[in-house]
């Protein structure tokens, strides 16, 4: 005779969200890895990441002045951040600049070689997406627009 209680096996059915709702956000995830992939592809000639493109135009836009920004804004750790930023610094593209008022604060500043880099970039940006959205009648690139907007929305926190 045993001693251990009887386990009843779970259905994975029962365990899992349903086929529809987990294709969504498989799908959505595999279409940002594609575009990412793609990007990082484009830009190999410039000698910089989709990633590295995506802090460059942070910074260009104001969007993001420190890493900190960054870090908020791309879901990045500070370590990641920091290697990032690092290499952004060697390839003479990005500098950090201390704040003068407060000297734990560190700026981020294009370099003279960002800002004239980053229209190549944003074209090769644009490039991929083009690729991406081949066949798309313009009425579903504005309808695809509208849905992920909506997305978007929905999971912004309701203030209470």
Sequence with gaps: MSRRPDIKPVHAAATQAPDDEMSV????ARARTALLTSLDTELEPFGLTGAQFAVLKNVAEGTAATAADLCRTMHYDTGSMT????????KAVLRRERCTEDR???????????????????SAAVRVLSRHLAGFSPEEVDNLKQYLDRMIENGVPVNS
């Design 104 to 122: 734990r604060v560190v700026f981020l500043r294009m370099t003279t070689t960002g800002q004239e880099l980053l229209p190549q970039l944003r």
């Design 83 to 90: 290697r990032m930023l690092d290499r952004l610094e060697e």
């Design 25 to 28: 956000g498989h799908l959505v």
